[in-house]
């Protein structure tokens, strides 16, 4: 009886897939996404939720210059990262803006091929939320 009500927790707390989402904007008819430059390489800021992109967004200050959140799935981010910034050399995951500027985006950073590794590795699982 325990087991079965864990199992069906478990999967009430599972979706199949997982949303991502990258700070975008449209210019001249291609969509460029933000990267950040910090101890001299290029990292691309990705979240797990849309309201933390949207906050990064608001205390960022980068709202007003076009940029905003846009959903994406983990293929979209390994093509991102692969193509058309493939110049950066990690991802920071859901990092405040502050992080940018200071030293603790090392907390929340990871390199471009394990996290790619990672992200199409959990994409073909379940995910728990």
Known sequence: MIE??????VVQGIRRRPRWWLIAKNGSGRVKFL????DGGEILPV???EEEAEMFLHLGGYGD????A????AGEIVSVLYGPCSGAEGVALDPLPEMMADETLALVRLGRKRFSGWLLSTGRNLIKL
Not at 35 to 38: D, K
């Open 35 to 38: 990267t950040t430059n910090r």
């Open 4 to 9: 079965e009500i864990s199992t069906a927790r």
């Open 47 to 49: 979240f797990g939720h």
């Open 65 to 68: 210059d076009g940029w905003r």
């Open 70 to 73: 846009r959903e994406s799935s």
